[in-house]
């Protein structure tokens, strides 16, 4: 009997810490503001040269539209996000993000923000390793993009799981009740 008892709080208490895994981990993401009604002007100069460029509103809201909501380079949808801005801003929205440096860096070494140079300097990074973590392992900042992760966030996690990861954890929780259930007849046998 008191192995029974043993048994069945071991079985709540494992099903009570998977409940909370998803929890523990939101509880680390910060309170996200929506961004101002203008997002501050970018100047960078032009890699090799005394030229420089400035990225206004208005071709911010360019490189939203035509790269990160293009299906044709991000698969997420960031344009029902209303932080997507946080792609390449930080949380104050006055200056960039790691993953916005790099974009810019890159923009630098192209030339003016036009939208095919920054289609060519967002093809440049999406590769690089971003700061999220998935399962442990740094990913590249494509795959957080697609994930539906900022890619300049050591805190943003990824929001959109692929299949297997889904049939893994369904398959974990049905094997946690088949081990419950087999241990209880086990236990519980006639002598």
Avoid: C
């Avoid at 990160?68 to 344009?79: E, G, I, L």
């Avoid at 690089?128 to 050591?154: M, R």
């Amino acid at each position: 009997m008191k192995k029974i008892q043993v048994l069945a709080a071991v079985a709540f208490f494992s099903v009570f810490l998977i409940a909370l895994a998803p929890a523990s981990s939101a509880a680390q993401t910060p309170t996200l503001t929506p961004p101002p009604a203008t997002l501050p002007s970018i100047t960078y100069y032009i890699n090799g040269t005394s030229t420089y460029d400035s990225i206004s509103n208005t071709q911010w809201q360019v490189l939203f539209q035509d790269v990160f909501n293009n299906h044709n380079f991000v698969k997420y949808n960031w344009s029902q996000n209303l932080t997507e801005d946080l792609i390449v801003f930080d949380l104050s929205y006055t200056g960039l993000n790691p993953y916005g440096n790099a974009l810019i860096v890159s923009l630098s070494n192209i030339g003016s923000p036009t939208v095919q140079n920054l289609s060519k300097a967002f093809n440049a990074t999406k590769n690089d390793l971003s700061l999220v973590k998935s399962g442990g392992n740094a990913i590249t900042n494509i795959q957080a993009l697609n994930g539906g992760a900022y890619p300049g966030f050591s805190w943003s996690k990824i929001t959109v799981k692929s299949l297997s990861a889904e049939y893994r954890d369904a398959g974990i929780i049905v094997a946690l009740i088949a081990v419950t259930f087999v241990l209880y007849f086990y236990f519980n046998r006639k002598k």
